[in-house]
């Protein structure tokens, strides 16, 4: 896909605006540190960027025709948000105003995305909208540099954490040290966001009241961010009356500004008397001094602007009254920059810092060579010296050299007789090594060949216990088959056993009523026998007839007799009964 090279120039400003705080948002989805971020995570991002500008068409598109890889660093992203999404802003936003506007809210959606990784410290002091206001002051003044071929970094430099300390501190009412601050600040060359918040936390705000120190974080942001040049108490003379009524104005590049406009109604009425409470600055305008005069209000001047239409004021005292034509002028001077104010005076101060240090190493290397030309000719003469003592040691040294090395000719000669020796022993050691080797080898390989027999012979076990394991198993299963066949058979044996002999009770219960029946039959029989033998006997007496004692012993022997048939017949029915109780028993166990 081919980008676009022709761009407005107010929107590569804010390409150059955001840099910084978007390398914090691509470095907090960079969580692997290798520099790229996969185009599906910076689709996202970008379709957010796109939504704050109000672009018309999907931008996020784009990204995956950009380049033929799915991983992005953060100068081809950066190149590519340039091109394809700031290029796309609307021309009706391209104002310094609505520059500001988007840096505002495109810097507050990076420190959304990346905050995770700066809010957190050990001890912190700062409170996370203070954070943020310092955030947004280190991404204007930071700079960014290359670590490696892939990794970038945004740092300060000590110049410009000078510059922010010293506001803060002054801010705060303290008093600004700066040979402390050069002590503090020599081991550091160039400060990260952690280490630049930790440098303020540790050194600057201990035992600092958290009301004081958010006061003094909105100064030094509305100093860096807001570009807020001047602010103040200052007199202005009404346009049709002279009447001089004091108000609180502000200077910024681009225009003369009544904040409390917004907050006090009362401010209408008096924007009425005064004129408007948001004066534009341009290149045009010009600031004056106005003499003191007696009998006039003192420390004058007047702001010019491009209708010609004149701006009376009166600073409170002389001090304040050349802060103000200061600040005056420098906004008129800016008003036209693209970049913010205090961006182009930290360019401006890098690049006098940079001066600085070129004359600084250039006067360190005509020192240096000074001091070395110098350095090598005390050293020349030295090493003459020394040669000249050289040759004379060496000279010495040679002729006991070549003594010691005549005795070491005859070291050496001995020493070959000996090593000729050793070497014999060792050939012979290498052959005797070598068929211990080899015996060594074939018990190995027997050894090898044994262990594949007993491994056969353990696998051969192994199957054998399984098989043996699967057959008790299967004895195992019948037993228990048998023994529940045997539970239920001796089961059914006790029911019938009980039925049994409930049927013997029941037997025998009937076998005694039959008893009892007969026994009674033959009693009655027996009775009726007698009645039947015994002859009636008449008598002419009215009174009954006794019966005479003597018929009691026939009547005795017959019953006898009746008894013992009796007796007879039980026991012959007995003994049937227990034949076939015996038979019964018999068919019972037979089943």
Same mark, same amino acid.
């Given at each position: 896909?081919?980008?676009?090279?022709?761009?407005?120039?107010?929107?590569?400003?804010?390409?150059?605006?955001?840099?910084?705080? =978007?390398?914090?948002?691509?470095?907090?989805?960079?969580?692997? *540190?290798?520099?790229?971020?996969?185009?599906?995570?910076?689709?996202? /991002?970008?379709?957010?960027?796109?939504? =704050?500008?109000?672009?018309?068409?999907?931008?996020?598109?784009?990204?995956?025709?950009?380049?033929?890889?799915?991983?992005?660093?953060?100068?081809?992203?950066?190149?590519?948000?340039?091109?394809?999404?700031?290029?796309?802003?609307?021309?009706? @936003?391209?104002?310094?105003?609505?520059?500001?506007?988007?840096?505002? @809210?495109?810097?507050?959606?990076?420190?959304?995305?990346?905050?995770?990784?700066?809010?957190?410290?050990?001890? &912190?002091?700062? %409170?996370?909208?203070?954070?943020?206001? =310092?955030?947004?002051?280190?991404?204007?003044?930071?700079?960014? @540099?290359?670590?490696? *071929?892939?990794?970038?970094?945004?740092?300060?430099?000590?110049?410009?954490?000078?510059?922010?300390?010293?506001?803060?501190?002054?801010?705060?009412?303290?008093?600004?040290?700066?040979?402390?601050?050069?002590?503090?600040?020599?081991?550091?060359?160039?400060?990260?966001? &952690?280490?630049?918040?930790?440098?303020?936390?540790?050194?600057?705000?201990?035992?600092?009241? $958290?009301?004081?120190?958010?006061?003094?974080v909105d100064d030094v942001y509305d100093?860096?961010?807001?570009?807020?040049?001047?602010?103040?108490?200052?007199?202005?003379?009404?346009?049709?009356?002279?009447?001089?009524?004091?108000?609180?104005?502000?200077?910024?590049?681009?225009?003369?500004?009544?904040?409390?406009?917004? !907050?006090?109604?009362?401010?209408?009425?008096?924007?009425?008397?005064?004129?408007?409470?948001?004066?534009?600055?341009?290149?045009?305008?010009?600031?004056?001094?106005?003499?003191?005069?007696?009998?006039?209000?003192?420390?004058?001047?007047? $702001?010019?602007?491009?209708?010609?239409? !004149?701006?009376?004021?009166?600073?409170?005292?002389?001090?304040?009254?050349?802060?103000? /034509?200061?600040? $005056?002028?420098?906004?008129?001077h800016h008003s036209q920059e693209a970049? &913010?104010?205090?961006?182009?005076?930290?360019?401006?101060?890098?690049?006098?810092?940079?001066?600085?240090?070129?004359?600084?190493?250039?006067?360190?290397?005509?020192?240096?060579?000074?001091?070395?030309?110098?350095?090598?000719?005390?050293?020349? /003469?030295?090493?003459?010296?020394?040669?000249?003592?050289?040759?004379?040691?060496?000279?010495?040294?040679?002729?006991?050299?070549?003594?010691?090395?005549?005795?070491?000719?005859?070291?050496?000669?001995?020493?070959?007789?000996?090593?000729?020796?050793?070497?014999?022993?060792?050939?012979?050691?290498?052959?005797?090594?070598?068929?211990?080797?080899?015996?060594?080898?074939?018990?190995?390989?027997?050894?090898?060949?044994?262990?594949?027999?007993?491994?056969? !012979?353990?696998?051969?076990?192994?199957?054998?216990?399984?098989?043996?394991?699967?057959?008790?198993?299967?004895?195992?299963?019948?037993?228990?088959?048998?023994? %529940?066949?045997?539970?239920?058979?001796?089961?059914?044996?006790?029911?019938?056993? %009980?039925?049994?002999?409930?049927?013997?009770?029941? $037997?025998?219960?009937?076998?005694? *009523?039959?008893?009892?029946?007969?026994?009674?039959?033959? =009693?009655?029989?027996?009775?009726?026998?007698?009645?039947?033998?015994? &002859?009636?006997?008449?008598?002419?007496?009215?009174?009954?007839?006794?019966?005479?004692?003597?018929?009691?012993?026939?009547? %005795?022997?017959?019953?006898?007799?009746?008894?013992?048939?009796?007796?007879?017949?039980?026991?012959?029915?007995?003994?049937?009964?227990?034949?076939? @109780?015996?038979?019964?028993?018999?068919?019972?166990?037979?089943?």
């Open positions: 896909m081919r980008l676009t090279c022709s761009r407005p120039p107010v929107m590569a400003t804010l390409g150059q605006l955001v840099a910084n705080s =978007l390398w914090f948002a691509f470095d907090a989805l960079d969580q692997q *540190k290798t520099g790229v971020v996969p185009k599906s995570q910076l689709k996202v /991002l970008t379709q957010n960027v796109g939504v =704050l500008l109000k672009v018309d068409r999907r931008v996020e598109n784009c990204i995956a025709e950009y380049l033929s890889s799915q991983h992005l660093t953060f100068e081809q992203y950066l190149y590519f948000l340039t091109h394809e999404v700031l290029s796309e802003v609307d021309d009706g @936003s391209t104002s310094y105003v609505g520059l500001k506007e988007h840096h505002d @809210s495109l810097d507050h959606t990076f420190w959304l995305l990346g905050r995770h990784n700066l809010l957190q410290r050990h001890y &912190p002091v700062f %409170s996370e909208d203070a954070l943020f206001k =310092l955030f947004r002051i280190f991404c204007l003044l930071g700079d960014r @540099s290359s670590e490696r *071929k892939e990794l970038s970094q945004v740092s300060l430099n000590v110049g410009e954490v000078r510059e922010v300390t010293r506001n803060l501190v002054t801010s705060l009412g303290r008093e600004w040290d700066m040979r402390d601050f050069n002590q503090l600040a020599t081991v550091i060359s160039h400060f990260t966001f &952690p280490v630049f918040i930790t440098f303020l936390e540790g050194r600057y705000i201990q035992d600092t009241e $958290l009301t004081a120190l958010e006061s003094a100093h860096f961010v807001q570009q807020v040049l001047k602010r103040g108490k200052v007199y202005q003379r009404a346009w049709w009356t002279p009447l001089w009524v004091k108000r609180e104005l502000e200077v910024r590049p681009w225009a003369l500004i009544a904040p409390c406009y917004k !907050l006090n109604p009362k401010s209408a009425a008096i924007s009425v008397v005064l004129g408007p409470t948001h004066v534009p600055l341009t290149p045009a305008a010009t600031v004056h001094n106005i003499p003191d005069e007696p009998g006039a209000r003192q420390c004058r001047f007047t $702001l010019c602007l491009e209708s010609n239409k !004149l701006v009376q004021l009166a600073a409170t005292d002389h001090r304040s009254k050349s802060e103000w /034509l200061r600040a $005056l002028d420098a906004a008129i970049l &913010p104010y205090h961006a182009i005076q930290s360019a401006t101060r890098k690049l006098e810092h940079a001066e600085e240090e070129a004359r600084e190493t250039a006067e360190r290397i005509r020192r240096d060579s000074q001091a070395d030309i110098i350095e090598n000719t005390q050293a020349e /003469l030295m090493a003459e010296k020394m040669a000249r003592a050289e040759a004379e040691a060496a000279a010495r040294e040679e002729a006991a050299a070549r003594q010691a090395e005549e005795k070491r000719v005859l070291e050496l000669q001995t020493l070959r007789l000996q090593l000729e020796t050793l070497l014999e022993e060792e050939t012979q050691a290498k052959r005797d090594e070598e068929i211990v080797r080899n015996l060594q080898a074939r018990v190995l390989r027997e050894e090898w060949e044994r262990r594949e027999e007993l491994e056969q !012979l353990q696998e051969e076990q192994r199957k054998m216990l399984a098989e043996e394991t699967k057959k008790r198993q299967e004895f195992e299963r019948q037993q228990e088959e048998k023994d %529940s066949q045997l539970r239920e058979a001796e089961k059914m044996l006790r029911k019938l056993e %009980s039925e049994r002999l409930r049927l013997d009770r029941d $037997l025998r219960s009937a076998r005694e *009523k039959i008893v009892m029946s007969e026994r009674g039959k033959e =009693l009655l029989e027996a009775r009726m026998k007698v009645k039947e033998r015994t &002859p009636p006997v008449r008598t002419y007496s009215l009174r009954p007839v006794r019966k005479e004692r003597g018929n009691i012993p026939k009547r %005795s022997s017959s019953f006898n007799t009746q008894a013992a048939r009796l007796f007879k017949f039980r026991t012959k029915n007995e003994e049937n009964n227990e034949n076939g @109780s015996e038979n019964s028993n018999g068919t019972v166990e037979s089943n």
